[in-house]
């Protein structure tokens, strides 16, 4: 049994070089044992990658890592695992055709005389579901659960192998607020019973609520290391970006244009009811609602990803039949930029060959040198680095992604972009430059639709926004009205569904 002075984590002098750039350098790092340490800093700064070294997954290329007092060899994560350390990563490891209770018990199976014990898991599956609240049926298949139903599984593992040390990297970046409350619970649980927590979050409040210790680092370098209490949401900022961020985005003054898209009537059997919208060139239109609310349902209504919606359309003053595919609305102008770039991207092309993928055209001869040009002065306005444009995406931090899935649909030069959660998953910096992209693509004459979880960074830079509750438009604010605030907004957000009138 280790000393209880022992560190949990000891990282002295940590360092990590891939193909000559220095992804950490000399990093130096406690974890105590039974506390909830967060890793901070923008993308690219090195977290995940010390992370890495942490869990075994990577080796040093210079001094040392211990857990528990144990130096780890690096590059093996059995070797972690079995002095007390798992790790859940942001890609999950399910294994898609098996049932959740065989996917806690993956490498760990109980056996009696030789024999697969069944009774044994299914008892202690039970248990540890009663143990953690958490409510996964045994034989329901990994692939039909939600992420985090998997990610519940993924700690259950953990927990079932003894694990004194749970490392997390980007624990919150794809759930919805509920789900979010669900695992904060989980690892509260987990931490009074003396299970170090160890994650990465871009989230700057979730860290300053969970957090005993936070670390910063930038550019691969540990900038400070504190407890929570030395902390605050702008000296956090201030230490990962190398200055300070009085605010994210402002919204646009400019004067609007006329009327670029209006909808009437919006609905879907059992989902959306009745919602009307207009929007006017240079006018940011801002949705916000809780989950299940219907705010992304409406916005893939209106771009042709919700065949079975219904409504009256207008484009630019002109009456068109509602949109009954994705490539209808686009033909029309009207663009809409997925939350998810994974799926949005093909992670191993380039930039630029994301950027054109289908607008090809039926050119005979491609002109090389023009489409870098144009993909270029495209990725400047999002400010993406022209230096990364032949970069595979996959290698890119969550910000540049997500700058090149903007600039890929601003290449098609609509009128209309439906923006679904921009800044998800990416760093305090990144997200300023996003925001401040979509407000300048407003400047320039561009109806923007924008809808997120975060409803600060909403208010930020909206015109107007729409609050959406059980399907319905419950409250439609001008940003000069009293209750364009987060408290007002939020109460709205938790009304009954009754529809009010619009307040001009």
Known sequence: MSDTNTPAIAC?????????AVAVAGADLTVR?????????ENGAGKSTLLGMVSGRLAADDGTVEVFGHRLHGGNPRESREHGLVAVYQELTMVPGLSAEANVFLGQVRTRRGLLDARAMRRRYLELCADLEIDVPPGALARDLSVSQQQMLEIMRGVESNGRVLVLDEPTAALAEHERDTLYRILRTLTARGTTIVFVSHNLDEVLDLSDTITVLRDGHVVRSAPRAEWTKPTLIEHMVGRTVDKLAERGTHPF??????????SLPGVLH??????????????WGLVGSGRTTFLRSLAGAEPASSGELRLAGEEVPWPRSVRQSVGR????????????LVLGMDATSNYWLGRGGRRLFLDRAGEREETGSTADFFAFKRSRLGEPVRNLSGGNQQKVLLAKWAGHRPDVFLIDEPTRGIDIGAKAEVLTSLVRLAAEGAAVVVTSSELEEVLAIAHRLLVFAHGSVVRELPSDHP?????AVVRHGFSTGETHEPVH
């Open 12 to 20: 002295r002098g940590a360092r990590k070089v891939f193909g000559g």
């Open 33 to 41: 044992a039974g506390e909830v340490h967060a890793l901070v800093g």
């Open 257 to 266: 244009g006329t009327e670029v898209l209006a909808a009437r009537g919006v």
């Open 274 to 287: 009745d919602i009307d919208i207009t929007v006017r060139a240079g006018e940011i239109v801002g949705l």
């Open 333 to 344: 102008g009207v663009v809409m930029v997925p939350e998810s770039r994974k799926q949005a």
């Open 483 to 487: 209750e364009f605030n987060v408290d």
